[in-house]
């Protein structure tokens, strides 16, 4: 069992005014605005954690053979702390984040924080920033804890120093105004992850790597890309930063799927969450294999009733159009569908405190 680390409180002595933070809530956008304070905590060979840190917010002085520049040895989680009925806050399943941020560390050669600290650091944040946190509907605060290499040199191999870090910001709904269905393109000349490489791994290099097919599916009119397997560019994989779900039928009939994690997807906290919920609602739920014509096919003949995808920024996206080289289709009526308005509109009540939770997923922070 390993020793809790002793964290050394120094929070910010000039926090933003209520009435500019306020503004700031008002319209808080996504990633645009960051609250006082943050968290910090080292590693290095031989000693292991420690200097764990809450203090002022500020930016990082960095020496330009940093390995992280060089090596991209770089990992983060995304979650959200939630304002509750009662005034208080919670986060959802922070520790499936801290289990799956241990899972990236450990792909990437990287020291894994404890699950305990992880969280810790997280609600140390948060009672501090507490004013932060949005009181609106489908308002939230959210918290990026990430890791990257701190030593110095250019040599190809892990590095032996590291820093932890948990930063927080404000977030207004994803998409003001409602839900709206986004297009999307299947991508077939790009990959997002091949079999063994850092699929399943929430590092920065995969994100970069799909840039360039994010600015094709732009070109061709395209909100988001759908990425398809490495090997036989056929099977659907997943939607930019998100999961895919595909909805079969309709009304309680309707069978709810999603692509099987092959090493190649990122499994995420909201896709496993929307298996257990669409399984209490009392939908048949599974875990499979669809290719691109399955998929075409599907929403042709009406078998496949409804598509979303579904990440921890937008709760639940909805997928209206499809694009690809050779054809183009639309999802059901081109809307939001019912089964996925109803998911959506489930996952919600239960991360903001306002229906029950059996499952015990809200992590009570204040």
């Known amino acids: 069992m390993t020793t809790p680390l002793a964290f050394d409180l120094k929070p910010s002595a000039q926090p933003l005014s209520d009435q500019d933070r306020a503004a700031v809530l008002a319209a808080p ?5 960051f609250t006082d304070n943050m968290v910090t905590i080292r590693w290095s060979e031989g000693r292991g954690w420690h200097d764990a840190r809450l203090q002022p917010y500020a930016p990082l002085q960095m020496d330009p053979a940093n390995m992280t520049l060089h090596y991209a040895q770089s990992i983060f989680e995304g979650l959200k702390a939630y304002r509750q009925p009662d005034g208080g806050v919670a986060t959802f399943r922070p520790e499936e984040n801290a289990r799956r941020f241990q899972r990236s560390a450990r792909r990437l050669a990287m020291p894994e924080l404890p699950e305990e600290t992880f969280v810790e650091a997280i609600d140390l944040l948060i009672r501090q920033d507490e004013a932060w946190v949005p009181n609106e509907p489908e308002q939230s605060l959210y918290i990026r804890p990430f890791m990257f290499a701190t030593e110095v040199g250019l040599g190809v191999r892990p590095a032996n120093e590291y820093l932890f870090m948990v930063i927080a910001s404000p977030a207004g709904a994803y998409f003001p105004g409602g839900v709206k269905p986004v297009s999307v393109w299947l991508s077939e000349e790009y990959v997002r992850a091949a079999p063994g490489g850092t699929g399943e ?7 970069a790597a799909s840039l360039v097919a994010q600015a094709e599916a732009a070109q ?3 909100d988001q890309v759908v990425w398809l397997d490495a090997v036989e560019r056929r099977w659907i994989e997943e939607m930019g930063g998100m999961n895919l779900y595909f909805v079969e039928g309709a009304g309680d009939d309707a069978r709810i799927l999603t692509p099987e994690l092959t090493g ?5 906290i909201t896709r496993l969450s929307l298996l257990q919920i669409a399984e209490d609602l009392g939908y048949a739920t599974g875990e499979t294999r669809l ?3 399955d998929w075409r096919e599907g929403n042709a003949d009406g078998s496949i009733s409804e598509v979303f995808a579904c990440g921890t920024a937008a709760v639940i996206t909805p997928v209206g159009s499809v694009k690809s080289t050779s054809a183009s289709w639309t999802v059901g009526d081109g809307g939001p569908g019912p089964v996925t308005t109803r998911l959506r509109e489930t996952l919600l009540a239960v991360q903001s405190g306002s229906a029950p939770d059996p499952h015990g997923w809200l992590h009570r922070v204040i």
């Open 220 to 222: 061709h009119g395209c």
């Open 264 to 268: 190649t997807l990122l499994p995420g």
């Open 201 to 207: 791994a929430k590092c920065a290099g995969n994100y």
């Open 291 to 293: 290719t691109k014509d």
């Open 29 to 33: 956008g996504f990633g645009r605005h």
